[in-house]
């Protein structure tokens, strides 16, 4: 059964320091997502593309976050310098289109833990 | 902006009880409503999408309902069993953008 696969599952990493995730969607989904989701509390979309393009990214911290899926197939999270804040699992899924039926199917996340 | 709450937060019942949990949204033009899975650490699983134009899906010993008019959707699980233990989150379609409560802690006792 085809997967969303995540990498790293888990990383700490120093405030100041810049950590990278990287996200592979399920063949032939077009159309991906990055969730940040603080413990107990549920996702939020940070970013979501479409092939290649950025389609929101209204929720993403700019100054210190930044995605890219250079060839609309996997996808880097990039954050630069983490803050403490930042602690938190980081998800992303995938789904075949961007239309209004859109199941999104789920990675087994990033657990990020900033010391 | 949606906005979706689930009650309760949290909630522990002994096995072989049947369940309801409750997901309300506050815009009403939704695509579809989905239910989620969590176990502790991990990512999500899908259980169960129901499509703006249904009432209700089914899957095994779970039954979702949706009532778009009052902004509501119901999880109901059937016999519970301690393995069905985890977190489950309710997440509401409306634009492009997928809208995830905060999350109903279920533990189920033996």
């Known amino acids: 059964e085809a997967e969303v696969a995540q990498s790293p599952r888990y990383k700490i990493t120093e405030k100041s320091q810049a950590v990278a995730f990287w996200c592979d969607p399920i063949?032939?989904?077009?159309?991906l997502y990055w969730y940040r989701q603080i413990l107990g509390q549920g996702p939020e979309l940070l970013v979501q593309?479409?092939?290649?393009?950025?389609?929101?990214d209204s929720q993403l911290p700019k100054d210190r976050f930044s995605a890219e899926r250079l060839k609309g197939v996997d996808s880097t999270l990039k954050i630069q310098p983490a803050e403490l804040g930042d602690s938190a699992m980081y998800l992303c899924a995938s789904s075949r289109r961007l239309a209004e039926y859109n199941e999104q199917f789920f990675g087994p996340g990033t657990r990020l833990t900033v010391l | 902006k949606q906005e979706v709450t689930q009650i309760p937060a949290a909630l522990s019942v002994p096995e072989g009880e049947n369940l309801v949990l409750n997901c309300s949204f506050t815009?009403?033009?939704?695509?579809?409503l989905q239910w989620f899975r969590q176990d502790p650490g991990k990512g999500l699983t899908s259980l169960l999408l129901i499509q703006s134009s249904q009432r209700e899906q089914t899957s095994g010993r779970l039954n979702a309902s949706l009532d778009k008019s009052s902004g509501r959707s119901t999880l109901y699980i059937a016999a519970s069993q301690p393995g069905d233990s985890a977190t489950y989150l309710c997440?509401?379609?409306?634009?492009?953008?997928?809208?995830f409560g905060g999350g109903t802690r279920l533990m189920v006792k033996p």
């Open positions: 063949s032939g989904h077009a159309t």
């Open positions: 997440a509401a379609t409306a634009g492009n953008m997928l809208t």
């Open positions: 815009d009403s033009a939704i695509y579809n």
């Open positions: 593309f479409q092939d290649e393009s950025v389609v929101d």
